[in-house]
């Protein structure tokens, strides 16, 4: 196998999302040589626009790729909160969470993806699309991967980044974690920037909790967090004019928004879930990132940024000298398990108390202290 630090070996990444980029970015930079599989042929990325708070350019930050995102992206200046009806209830402009870190942004996601994308190949990743393990054996030397195209290769570390619906998670674990429906179900549209938006908005004291993001100079995404008992889809053709009866009663920006969703606009409709695989997050040679050991929901805009702060961690223990891989797993799961959870428990929590009708004041108490616990250093 060719040599990588510690002798690792060539290491495999499943999945080309943004966890499975990252780690294959974070460790190409230590002299790890990387494969990643991608099950999309096209390796395309579906969504609206993407919340990064100051965690997460942190994260993007220690990656290399802040520029990138500053270029492509918006940053915001701060935040005002409102009424459903359009009525101003704060203005808040927090403070960074380091010297000469913006405070937050947005980025479309499928400009975030081609950033991402970019990056891997520059570094010269070897990315084989349509493709993903389908069987592996492996010992204390090595793990011999079986690809779904039947050819076979060694690898001395396997990241597994292949989503909240991990196959490989099944494959490899007796109880995997499995995916749970909060009872939100979120919509997204991308909709024409005002020139004079340069903060997020967030709409309360609705059913139907709301918010826009501005992700570039011309575009924003508005999501709304809509009530939902059983999941189910609505077609294509009618989610224009069910989306504007959600948003019937919002006043202010995203009154505008409403009136512009048309036939062409484009909506992405999704259930919120969320799924926690218990530690260890490692077996043998294979480690779990990402949302395959902890999806969240979007209340704090901190899945992306935990996926990246994955990649990092994982890297950064893997080039530890003389550190044996158990050792080096292990201690990327201790690093990681109780942040990541208090994620995943803490967007679970906000989103059971937004369908209780907790008041505006209750969230983003909730909001502004796990904020404040994800500013600290992973």
Not at 48 to 66: E, M, N, V
Request: charged residues 20%; negative net charge.
């Amino acid at each position: 196998m060719t040599g990588a630090p510690n002798g690792l070996g060539r290491v495999l990444v499943i999945g080309g999302g943004i966890a499975g980029m990252a780690t294959a970015i974070a460790m190409s930079g230590r002299g790890f040589a990387v494969d990643i599989v991608e099950a999309d042929p096209d390796w395309k990325v579906y969504g609206a626009g993407l919340t990064i708070t100051g965690p997460t350019l942190r994260a993007f930050r220690d990656l290399g790729l802040l520029p990138a995102i500053e270029r492509e992206g918006f940053l915001v200046t701060g935040q005002r909160m409102f009424l459903f009806n359009g009525t101003l209830l704060a203005d808040q402009e927090p403070p960074p969470i380091a010297p000469g870190l913006p405070t937050a942004g947005g980025i479309m996601r499928p400009k975030l993806h081609q950033i991402m994308s970019a990056e891997v190949l520059a570094r010269g990743v070897n990315v084989r699309l349509g493709t993903t393990m389908s069987d592996f054996r492996q010992d204390a030397s090595a793990v011999s991967v079986t690809l779904s195209d039947g050819t076979t290769a060694d690898y001395g570390l396997v990241v597994v980044a292949d989503g909240i619906y991990s196959k490989t998670r099944k494959m490899l674990f007796k109880e995997p974690a499995v995916p749970t429906y909060t009872g939100q179900m979120s919509w997204r549209v991308v909709a024409p920037r005002p020139s004079e938006m340069t903060r997020s908005e967030f709409f309360f004291g609705h059913a139907n909790i709301a918010g826009i993001i501005p992700c570039s100079q011309s575009e924003v995404y508005a999501f709304i967090l809509h009530p939902e008992v059983t999941p189910s889809r609505v077609a294509d053709a009618d989610k224009p004019a069910f989306l504007r009866s959600l948003l019937a009663d919002f006043g202010g920006a995203m009154a505008d928004i409403r009136e512009g969703i048309n036939a062409q606009s484009a909506i992405v409709q999704r259930p919120f879930e969320y799924a926690l695989q218990t530690e260890p997050w490692h077996l043998g040679r294979f480690v779990l990132i990402g949302d395959a050991a902890h999806a969240t929901t979007p209340h704090l805009a901190s899945g992306a940024g935990i996926a990246v702060e994955d990649g990092l961690v994982l890297a950064q223990e893997l080039e530890q000298e003389g550190r044996s891989l158990p050792l080096a797993l292990a201690a990327f799961t201790k690093r990681r398990f109780e942040r990541c959870k208090f994620v995943v428990e803490s967007s679970v929590e906000i989103g059971r108390r937004q369908l209780e009708g907790a008041p505006p004041e209750e969230i983003g108490m909730r909001m502004g202290k796990a904020m404040h616990v994800l500013a600290g250093e992973i």
